[in-house]
């Protein structure tokens, strides 16, 4: 029997709404003070979600825009905490979601790659010796002592994403990274993860390309409105989705 990899048991996400993010303090306190203050507005973005994911894996997860998967992939990789249910991970987990979330702006970009590799759980000392191919593949070799904050968003991205693809992690979490940088760097990190997809890395996906998920993924789920609405087989999963929004 194959080992589970990731296991999500009734998982539940409630978010404060974007308007709730935007309102200020002085008006907070102010209605506080006036009697006029009401709790601020959430919205349940993930409801009762299971999904076991078994070691090697490949599964693309697939949905309208704010059905829930990036957020997914953030409470998977430990970077939202869910607001009932559990999650259990098994094996280092490098989740390219946002790339480059992680970095201290004001260090420069070798601390930085002993930084992130540390929060991955690796360490320092083999951090350092991986220091030459990450500046390497990220094409800033001579950025090596630039703080973060010198660099374009685009390099941050580049260096998020060779960091995360240098170590070797048992899972890899993807949300449409493949838009990295220019062509010739697109086809270098697709060529990276396809390195990925042949070997026993656990991997999900999210994407908006239909044929690259029924290509190369094994499995599918659907999410809608928070909700699992279909999971199985990739071809299947993504033909009913298909015919839905059509």
Same mark, same amino acid.
Request: charged letters at 25%; aromatic letters at 4%; a negative charge.
């Given at each position: 029997m194959t080992e589970e990899a990731i296991r999500l048991d009734k998982v539940s996400l409630w978010r404060r709404t974007q308007e709730e993010f935007s309102y200020d303090l002085k008006k907070t306190v102010l209605s506080f003070f006036e009697g006029k203050y009401k709790q601020p507005a959430k919205?349940?973005?993930?409801?009762?979600i299971?999904?076991?994911? =078994?070691?090697?894996? =490949?599964?693309?997860?697939?949905?309208?825009?704010?059905?829930?998967?990036?957020?997914?992939?953030?409470?998977?990789?430990?970077?939202?905490?869910p607001t009932s249910g559990a999650v259990r991970v098994r094996g280092q987990i490098a989740p390219l979601i946002?790339?480059?979330?992680?970095?201290?702006?004001?260090?420069?970009?070798?601390?930085?790659?002993?930084?992130?590799?540390v929060l991955l759980g690796f360490s320092r000392e083999e951090m350092r010796e991986r220091i030459n191919s990450i500046l390497n593949f990220a094409e800033l070799e001579e950025y090596r002592l630039v703080p973060v904050k010198g660099l374009s968003s685009g390099m941050v991205a580049r260096l998020g994403f060779a960091i995360a693809t240098d170590v070797?992690?048992?899972?890899?979490?993807?949300?449409?990274?493949?838009?990295?940088g220019d062509e010739s760097f697109k086809n270098k990190c697709q060529k990276r993860i396809g390195k990925f997809w042949d070997s026993h890395?656990?991997?999900?996906?999210?994407?908006?390309?239909?044929?690259?998920?029924?290509?190369?993924?094994?499995?599918?789920?659907?999410?809608?409105?928070?909700?699992?609405?279909?999971?199985?087989?990739?071809?299947?999963?993504v033909g009913t989705y298909l015919k839905s929004i059509n």
């Open positions: 919205k349940l973005v993930l409801d009762k299971d999904v076991t994911v =078994k070691k090697g894996e =490949k599964i693309g997860i697939i949905g309208s825009n704010g059905a829930g998967k990036s957020t997914l992939l953030k409470v998977i990789s430990g970077i939202l905490q946002e790339l480059g979330a992680g970095f201290d702006a004001d260090i420069s970009v070798m601390d930085n790659i002993l930084l992130y590799g070797q992690p048992d899972i890899l979490i993807l949300d449409e990274v493949l838009s990295v890395v656990t991997i999900l996906i999210v994407s908006h390309s239909m044929e690259f998920i029924q290509q190369s993924c094994e499995k599918a789920i659907w999410l809608n409105k928070g909700s699992i609405e279909l999971s199985g087989d990739a071809r299947e999963v």
